[in-house]
C-alpha cells in the first residue's frame, strides 16, 4: 500500500485543474472524495486542519438501528394528522438499517455491539405498546437484515438483567424498560483515512492543512480557488480551476459560502450545535452495559460503554463563538454530572469520576422556526446553484452512519451536472489494516497493537502533521489511554526522522500534545 504518503508540494498543485474540488475532509468529504475518484472523476480534497479533526471525530459514535425516529415527539396522532412526519420518521428508519446491514457485511471491524435499555415511565409522551409496535414495524422495514433484537419487559425483570436499570430514578413511576441492538462506531476518524486512502488509489489527490483563502466563480460557471499552506507560512500560494465546487465543510458551511460569493451569499444553511461528552470509568458489573432516556431539557442522553469507561452526552447548546475553538468546558462537565445523576442517582458521580471529556460543533441544518436547527430529516442536499452559485453545493446536518449513502447520492448530482464518459471501478469499504509485524515495542503495555514501527508506518503512508494526528486519528490510542509522558515521548522520537523533526521540534510536538490533551479533553 503507497497511501497517502507526504503531502502534495502546494507548488505543484498551482494551475492544477479539477473536475471536483471537495473543501472540506469530515466523514462525508473523504466518503464523496472516494466515490467521485472511482467513477473517474479528477477529485482534489483539501481540509484546513487535519482529517477528521472537528465533528467527524466528536460525535455520540452510535450507528442507529433506526427504532427512535419511529416515536412521536408528543403523541401518536402526530403521525396520523401529519404524514409528512410520519414518511420522514419512516425514510430515517429506511436508511437507519441500510447503513447498519451495510456496514456489518462491509466493515463489521470498524463496529462494537451494543445493547441499549430505555425507561418507560408513567405519563411519557410514548407509551410501551406504542414501542411495540414501531418495533414491529422496524422489523418489517429491515427486509431481512440483521435482528435489532427488540424486547420490552418489567422493569425488576430487566434490573436483573442489565444492572444500570437498577440505578434508575424513580423505580416506582417506571412502567416498563424496552431494549434492543445498536452498533457503536469504534474509531469514526479511522472511517474518515480509509475513505481517503481508498480515493487517493483512485487518484484522488487530498491535502490537509491547506486552507482556501478565496474563491471566484468564472465566466464558464467553474471555480478558481487559491490555496494557502498553514503549515508552511512562507510557501506559495497555489491556484486551482475546478469545473464542480462541494462545500462539505459542516459547521463552516456558511463562511465558505460567504466567500464565494460576498455580495449575495446563499441563506444560512446551518446552526452550530455544540455537543459535549464526559467518559467516566463504573464498577465493573457495569462494563458492556448502555443505557439512554432523557435529561431535564427533554434532550436525549446516554450513557454509553466504551472500552473500560462509559461515555455521557451530548450537551446541546447553540454555539455562536470561534468553531476553530470549539472545546468542553467546566460548565458543560458540570450540567452532564447533574443530570447523569438526576437520570442515574445511585452511580453518584464526582467530578472526580470524569477521565476525559470532548465536544464538537454539529453543523444542523438551519431553521429559523427551530432554536437548534431542523433534526429530521438528516443529511439535507442544497443545490447552491439555485442561489446564484452555479455548480456548487454542499450537504447540511450529515451523519457519520449515512455517510457512504450520501456519497453516492453526491455522485449522482455531480453526474448530472458533469456527464462523465469513462469506466468507473467499483469502490471498496474495506478496513485498511496497520502491518502486523514490525518488530517493535509496544507504545504502552495495553495496547500491543500500536507499536513504534506501527507509529512509523503511519508517519510514512497517511500525511500527519502533527503527533495529535497520530496519536487522535490514525490511530486511536489518545482517546483510550491518558499517555505518561514517557510514551509520549517515545512516539514522537519514533517519527521524528520520518517527518523530519529535530529535537526543538520533538519538543514542540510532545508540549503540543500535552495542551491538546488539557484543553479538548479537560485531562492534566
Not at 462541494?246 to 464565494?260: F, K, P, R, S
Amino acid at each position: 500500500m503507497s497511501g497517502l504518503g507526504s503531502r502534495v508540494p502546494l507548488e505543484e498543485l498551482d494551475h492544477r485543474d479539477v473536475d471536483v474540488l471537495i473543501i472540506g475532509g469530515g466523514i462525508n468529504g473523504c466518503s464523496t472524495a472516494q466515490h467521485l475518484a472511482a467513477e473517474g472523476y479528477n477529485v482534489l480534497l483539501v481540509e484546513k486542519n487535519d482529517f477528521a479533526s472537528a465533528a467527524s471525530s466528536r460525535s455520540s459514535r452510535i450507528l442507529h438501528c433506526g427504532l427512535r425516529y419511529l416515536a412521536p415527539e408528543r403523541s401518536p396522532l402526530e403521525f396520523l394528522t401529519r404524514p409528512s412526519r410520519l414518511r420522514t420518521a419512516l425514510n430515517m428508519a429506511v436508511r437507519s438499517l441500510s447503513a447498519r446491514r451495510e456496514f456489518l457485511t462491509n466493515t463489521p471491524e470498524r463496529l462494537r455491539a451494543l445493547d441499549m435499555a430505555i425507561p418507560v415511565y408513567k405519563g411519557d409522551a410514548y407509551p410501551g405498546w406504542q414501542v411495540d409496535i414501531g418495533a414491529a414495524l422496524l422489523g418489517i422495514l429491515n427486509f431481512g437484515g440483521p435482528s435489532i433484537r427488540y424486547r420490552r419487559r418489567n422493569p425488576r425483570v430487566a434490573a436483573a438483567e442489565h444492572p444500570l436499570v437498577g440505578c434508575l430514578r424513580d423505580p416506582a413511576s417506571m412502567v416498563s424498560v424496552f431494549s434492543f441492538r445498536d452498533y457503536q462506531f469504534v474509531w469514526p476518524e479511522r472511517l474518515c483515512l480509509d475513505a481517503l486512502l481508498e480515493a487517493n488509489k483512485h487518484g484522488a489527490l487530498v491535502r490537509n492543512y491547506t486552507e482556501v483563502t478565496r474563491l471566484d466563480q468564472q465566466p464558464d460557471g467553474g471555480w478558481q480557488a487559491v490555496l494557502k499552506d498553514r503549515l508552511n507560512a512562507s510557501s506559495s500560494i497555489a491556484n486551482i480551476r475546478a469545473r464542480i465546487l462541494l462545500n462539505l465543510t459542516g459547521a463552516w458551511i456558511d463562511e465558505v459560502n460567504q466567500m464565494a460569493a460576498p455580495a449575495s451569499p446563499p441563506g444560512r444553511k446551518i446552526v452550530a450545535v455544540k455537543g459535549t461528552h464526559i467518559a467516566v470509568c463504573l464498577p465493573e458489573k457495569y462494563r458492556g452495559f448502555g443505557i439512554a432516556g432523557l435529561n431535564r431539557e427533554n434532550e436525549h442522553m446516554f450513557c454509553l460503554p466504551w472500552g473500560d469507561l462509559h461515555y455521557i452526552g451530548p450537551t446541546e447548546t447553540v454555539f455562536e463563538g470561534d468553531i476553530e475553538d470549539v472545546h468542553p468546558t467546566e460548565d458543560d462537565v458540570t450540567f452532564l454530572l447533574d443530570e447523569i445523576n438526576y437520570m442515574l442517582p445511585a452511580l453518584k458521580l464526582k467530578r472526580s469520576d470524569v477521565e476525559l471529556s470532548w465536544a464538537g460543533a454539529r453543523p444542523i441544518t438551519f431553521d429559523p422556526n427551530r432554536a437548534k436547527g431542523k433534526r429530521a430529516p438528516s443529511g439535507i442536499f442544497h443545490d447552491l446553484g439555485r442561489e446564484g452559485m452555479e455548480n456548487a453545493m454542499t450537504l447540511t446536518w450529515g451523519w457519520v452512519m449515512h455517510h457512504r449513502a450520501a456519497a453516492r447520492d453526491m455522485v449522482q448530482r455531480v453526474q448530472r451536472l458533469l456527464p462523465l464518459e469513462g469506466k468507473s471501478t467499483d469502490v471498496s469499504y474495506e478496513a485498511t489494516a496497520f502491518p502486523e509485524k514490525t518488530n517493535t515495542l509496544p507504545l504502552v503495555p495495553d495496547h500491543p497493537e500500536v507499536t513504534t514501527g506501527v507509529l512509523r508506518h503511519i508517519a510514512q503512508h497517511e500525511a500527519p502533521a502533527h503527533l495529535v494526528d497520530i496519536l487522535f486519528r490514525r490511530t486511536n490510542l489518545g482517546w483510550q489511554v491518558q499517555l505518561p509522558p514517557d510514551a509520549i515521548r517515545c512516539a514522537a522520537e519514533a517519527v521524528a526522522d520520518v517527518l523530519n523533526w529535530d529535537e526543538d521540534r520533538v519538543k514542540m510536538e510532545i508540549d503540543d500534545y500535552k495542551s491538546y490533551v488539557r484543553k479538548q479533553h479537560l485531562q492534566e
